[in-house]
C-alpha cells in the first residue's frame, strides 16, 4: 500500500473559540497528506493541471477521537486504499504530539478533465508512475 507522513504545526487562526483545531481544517490537513503522496509518486497539481486533469473531492468522511490544539505539532498518515480507476480514495490518520490518534477519515477525488468537465480514466502516466513505485517497495 501506498503511504505518506506529513508533520505540520497547528497555527493560530486555525484554532476557535474553544482553542481546538477547527473541525473544518481536517479538509485541509487531508489535502496536505494527499498531496504529499502524490508527490511521492512525482506528481503535482500544477503537472496535473498542465494536462487539463483536476482532482475535484466527491467523496469525504471524518470522525474526530480527540482535539488538538494551537501550535502542537500533528502527523497526517495517507494512504491510498483503492487501485485507481477514474477516481482514488485515500485513509487519513491524523496523530498528535504523543502519537494518539486524533482523527480518521478518508477522502475520494474523481479525475475529471477540466475543460469537458466530465469524469475521465487515470491517466497511464499516473498508472505507470503508481506500478513503478509499487514494484520498487516491494522489491
Known sequence: M????????IRYDEVD???????????????????ELLRKLDISDQQLEKHNIILPVIEMNSKFIKP?????TITILT??????RSRMKFS????????DLVNQGYT?????????????RVPD???QKLE????????
Do not use: W
Not at 92 to 99: E, P, V, Y
Open 17 to 35: 473559540k474553544m482553542e481546538y483545531a477547527y473541525h473544518g481544517n481536517y479538509a485541509r490537513y487531508y489535502h496536505i497528506g494527499r498531496t
Open 108 to 120: 475520494t477525488v474523481a479525475f475529471v478533465d477540466k475543460i469537458a468537465r466530465k469524469p475521465m
Open 2 to 9: 501506498l503511504s505518506s507522513k506529513c508533520k505540520i504545526r
Open 125 to 127: 502516466t499516473i498508472l
Open 132 to 139: 513503478l513505485f509499487m514494484n520498487l517497495i516491494n522489491q
Open 68 to 72: 488538538v490544539f494551537y501550535d502542537e
Open 92 to 99: 487519513h490518520k491524523i496523530f498528535n504530539q504523543n502519537h
Open 79 to 84: 494512504s491510498l486504499i483503492e487501485d485507481p
